[in-house]
């Protein structure tokens, strides 16, 4: 059971890395939104970017690459002082923190598109809700038990 359970953690962690690394790709490549299905910029008309660029940058970067990097490092276990240091929960492995940041990071993402688009389609929607099942399993004492530092 205890495999399991952290297997669903890689696992949720995982999809939310690789789908973001291809929709932040896909905005990076065609700044337009062409490539997401015709993504119309005038939805941007609330925020600072005249572009999908910045916001794909950010989503390829802090959603995709550092959630595929929170799952290598729960998996290996590294002693990495640099990444240590910002970990704010000083009994667990500093990749089980990132694993609750990752979740954090995506609800700010979504409140802060969902306040840009001034809108809530099913896909915010879906992201809001699937940082609960990260945060859920995280909490599981199995999974905290695995990563408390002795």
Request: overall charge positive; proline content about 6%.
């Amino acid at each position: 059971m205890k495999k399991t359970v952290h297997s669903i953690y890689i696992s949720l962690l995982l999809f939310l890395g690789i789908s973001a690394i291809f929709g932040g790709g896909a905005l990076i490549i065609s700044p337009s939104g062409r490539l997401l299905g015709g993504l119309p910029l005038s939805i941007l008309k609330n925020s600072p970017f005249s572009n999908f660029l910045v916001p794909g940058i950010i989503l390829f970067l802090v959603l995709g690459i550092f959630p595929i990097f929170t799952v290598w490092a729960l998996i290996k276990k590294p002693t990495m002082p640099f990444a240590s240091y910002f970990n704010i929960f000083r009994d667990m492995h500093w990749s089980w923190s990132y694993s609750i940041y990752c979740a954090f990071a995506l609800m700010i993402w979504i409140q802060i598109e969902t306040y840009f688009i001034q809108g809530v389609g099913w896909l915010q929607m879906f992201y809001m809700l699937y940082a609960i099942p990260i945060l859920i399993v995280a909490l599981l004492p199995s999974i905290r038990n695995r990563y408390k530092l002795l």
